[in-house]
């Protein structure tokens, strides 16, 4: 559809969910945000974005779980009918208001309108915007390949990685096992290990080292990002950015307090094109797998997820770039002093950075696993395995947490 031409009208069935959701948010009290909707729908602008207002003060009105499901709904709504008037308009900034609306709708609205916002999305994401200019479009793409070939040399690595790195214990590393190998090898043990040549079939393995064609997926689209060290940091802060503008940062990674990561979001959910460039690995079904969670994990070098553990079996691909991965097993958990709060009990207090081992005594002489993860590579990490993550240049990787039906025995 090119900007200026009206957006095809809803069906039926969309037509039938929305007045039932309406209906809804008046039995709530809701009565501003139906007469600012119906006025939307109508082709008020004004009343387009006074309603999604309306919804947002509400979703943000006390403890997100407590957030009514049809108050989420009620935002996608909101979002939809600013998307689509906003895309009357002719100009780029129009097309990028939309898309952005719809974002917005999927990343913080419910899942009663979502089908609407994938299909506006893709209507819009169908008609391109127009190319850069050419000499800056070669500066990025320089930029782009030598932020992937940093610290290629391991000496230049160690200068920037934890004390003792990469001088106990390696990962074991396999290459293309077979799923039973790694059942009974590593899964049933829940014993790491990295497998290589698994994942040289992905169009992902190619297809994004083009910073282009990343930009033309994906530039437009609104994506949550953390800003800062790491996430135990007081500076730390999350934003809405456009993927574009997350990968001009890219270039300015230097101050830590400055570092952006695009970190455990499901970026794939939110925009297909990128999802068709990946694939479930295999060796996700040991177990009767069942996918919990399938995430991004997109940044410049220098980022760093700190000491902690995940509830769920792991295999994290790593498509693009280089990462350095420290491993402690769950039975010396306490030796990792965990933090205390309920949100954070997953972390260690253990800066591995800058140990302090005046208050972490403990931590001086643990064994560990660890390796560098390179591209192609999968990593298998068991629950409750702590784990400390840095990227050695610009990384894209890839996790898939899956819940298994069978309980794994180190004495198998």
């Given at each position: 559809m090119a900007g200026g031409e009206p957006p095809a009208p809803a069906t039926e069935a969309e037509e039938g969910r929305r007045a039932a959701l309406l209906r809804e948010i008046t039995e709530e009290g809701g009565f501003a945000f139906v007469a600012s909707a119906e006025k939307a729908a109508c082709g008020d602008l004004r009343a387009a974005e006074a309603a999604r207002e309306m919804a947002w003060e509400q979703l943000h009105s006390g403890p997100w779980s407590e957030v009514g499901a049809a108050w989420r709904d009620a935002y996608a709504l909101a979002c939809l009918h600013v998307a689509r008037l906003r895309r009357l308009g002719a100009a780029a900034a129009d097309r990028r208001a939309a898309l952005r609306a719809l974002d917005m709708g999927l990343i913080m609205g419910g899942n009663l309108l979502r089908a609407d916002l994938e299909a506006a999305i893709a209507r819009i994401v169908a008609d391109p915007g127009g190319g850069g200019d050419a000499e800056a479009v070669d500066e990025e793409t320089r930029r782009w390949r030598e932020g992937l070939e940093r610290n290629r040399d391991v000496a230049d690595a160690l200068n920037i990685l934890?004390?003792?790195?990469l001088s106990c214990k390696k990962v074991e590393r396999r290459s293309c096992i077979s799923l039973e190998e790694f059942i009974c090898d590593y899964f049933l043990r829940e014993s790491p290990v990295i497998i290589s040549g698994s994942i040289n079939h992905w169009p992902a393995r190619t297809k994004w080292k083009d910073i282009q064609?990343?930009?033309?997926?994906?530039?437009?689209?609104t994506v949550?990002?953390?800003?800062?060290?790491?996430?135990?940091?007081?500076?730390?802060?999350?934003?809405?950015?456009t993927f574009s503008q997350f990968l001009e940062r890219m270039w300015s990674a230097g101050c830590p307090s400055n570092l952006t990561y695009l970190a455990q979001h499901p970026l794939f959910e939110q925009i297909k094109e990128l999802h068709e460039d990946i694939m479930v690995p295999d060796?996700?079904?040991?177990?009767?797998?069942?996918?919990?969670?399938?995430?991004?994990?997109?940044?410049?070098?220098?980022?760093?997820?700190?000491?902690?553990?995940?509830?769920?079996?792991?295999?994290?691909?790593?498509?693009?770039?280089?990462?350095?991965?420290?491993?402690?097993?769950?039975s010396i958990s306490e030796d990792l002093y965990p933090h205390t709060e309920t949100m954070l009990s997953n972390t260690s207090q253990v800066d591995l950075d800058n140990v302090d081992l005046k208050e972490f005594p403990q931590v001086e002489?643990?064994?560990?696993?660890?390796?560098?993860?390179?591209?192609?590579?999968?990593?298998y990490i068991p629950p409750k395995w702590w784990?400390?993550?840095?990227?050695?240049?610009?990384?894209?990787?890839?996790?898939?947490w899956w819940r298994s039906t069978v309980v794994p025995s180190k004495g198998s």
């Open positions: 934890p004390a003792k790195s064609y990343l930009k033309k997926i994906a530039g437009d689209r949550p990002v953390e800003v800062g060290k790491n996430y135990v940091c007081s500076e730390w802060k999350q934003e809405l950015i060796y996700c079904y040991a177990g009767g797998g069942e996918l919990q969670s399938l995430n991004a994990w997109f940044g410049p070098h220098g980022t760093v997820t700190p000491l902690h553990h995940d509830p769920h079996h792991n295999i994290l691909a790593q498509v693009l770039g280089r990462k350095y991965i420290r491993l402690y097993p769950a002489n643990l064994d560990f696993l660890d390796c560098i993860l390179e591209e192609g590579d999968l990593l784990h400390y993550v840095r990227s050695l240049s610009i990384s894209f990787s890839v996790s898939f």
